[in-house]
C-alpha cells in the first residue's frame, strides 16, 4: 500500500538558517511521482514540485532544492536562507501508476515556522 | 492565482440543512477533486471526476454528494452532516494522468 510518511511535525528556524523536511515514501509501483506542496496560513495548497520515480536528478529552483533517493525510498525538501514568508505547512504527496496517477496520497504535513 | 476559486469560503450549517459548496476551475483542466482535510490527519480524497464523469468515490458517506456538470465546475451538495464532517474543503483541478493538481483555498465547514 502507498504511504507518505512526515516525522517532523513541526521545525522552528531563525531567519537565514537552512533548513530540510524530511519525507519517506512507500509503494509497490515501479512507476510513480512525487509532490512537494505548501500551506500557507490562507488555506490554498501551493503547487512547488512534482518528481517521477525514474529521475533521480536533484533540482534547485532558487532557494529550494529537492533530493531524490529511491535507495531510501526518500524525497526531502531543502530551503536556503529561509524567510518568514516561508512559515508554512509543508505536505509531500505520491501518486502511482496503479492508481492511474490521481490519488494523490499525502503525508500529514511539516510545519514551519521562520522567525525573524 | 492558482485558477481555482471555491466558494463560500466559510459555512456554519447545522446537522439538518442542506447546503453545497462550489468549485470553479479556469485552468482548462479535465479532471477535478474534491479533498477533505481535518485537524490532524493527513489531506484525505474523497472523489474524482474526469470529463465530467466520476472516476473515484473513496468511500465517502452518502450524506456527500458530489456533481460535476462540466469540467469547469464542481460541487458538494451536503446534507445531515455531523459535527465530525467539520473541516477544510479542498477542491482541485489538473489534467489526467498524473499531472499536478492545483488546489482552490477551499471552504471552512462548521457543523454545530
Known amino acids: 500500500a502507498q504511504k507518505v510518511t512526515q516525522a517532523q511535525t513541526e521545525i522552528s528556524v531563525v531567519e537565514k538558517e537552512d533548513v530540510t523536511l524530511d519525507c519517506v515514501y512507500e509503494?509497490?509501483?515501479?512507476?510513480?511521482?512525487l509532490f512537494w506542496y505548501k500551506q500557507p496560513p490562507s488555506g490554498e495548497l501551493v503547487f512547488l514540485i512534482r518528481r517521477n520515480s525514474f529521475d533521480e536528478q536533484n533540482e534547485i529552483s532558487g532557494r529550494y532544492s529537492w533530493n531524490f533517493q529511491k535507495s531510501t525510498s526518500s524525497f526531502n525538501f531543502t530551503i536556503t536562507a529561509s524567510q518568514v514568508v516561508d512559515s508554512a505547512v509543508y505536505f509531500c504527496a505520491l501518486s502511482e501508476a496503479g492508481t492511474g496517477f490521481q490519488k494523490l496520497v499525502f503525508g500529514t504535513g511539516t510545519r514551519l515556522l521562520v522567525s525573524p | 492565482e492558482t485558477g481555482v476559486t471555491q466558494t463560500p469560503r466559510h459555512l456554519v450549517m447545522g446537522m439538518t440543512n442542506k447546503k453545497s459548496l462550489k468549485c470553479e476551475q479556469h485552468l482548462g483542466h479535465n479532471a477535478m477533486y474534491w479533498y477533505k482535510q481535518s485537524a490532524k490527519k493527513p489531506l484525505e480524497l474523497m472523489f474524482v471526476?474526469?470529463?465530467?464523469?466520476?472516476?473515484e468515490n473513496n468511500s465517502v458517506p452518502s450524506r456527500f454528494s458530489p456533481e460535476c456538470p462540466n469540467s469547469s465546475h464542481l460541487f458538494l451538495h451536503l446534507h445531515t452532516l455531523q459535527p465530525e464532517d467539520s473541516a477544510l474543503y479542498l477542491c482541485?483541478?489538473?489534467?489526467?494522468?498524473?499531472?499536478?493538481?492545483?488546489f482552490g483555498p477551499g471552504t471552512r465547514l462548521t457543523v454545530t
Open positions: 482541485a483541478s489538473s489534467q489526467v494522468q498524473g499531472h499536478e493538481q492545483y
Open positions: 509503494t509497490r509501483d515501479t512507476t510513480y511521482y
Open positions: 471526476y474526469n470529463f465530467k464523469e466520476q472516476t
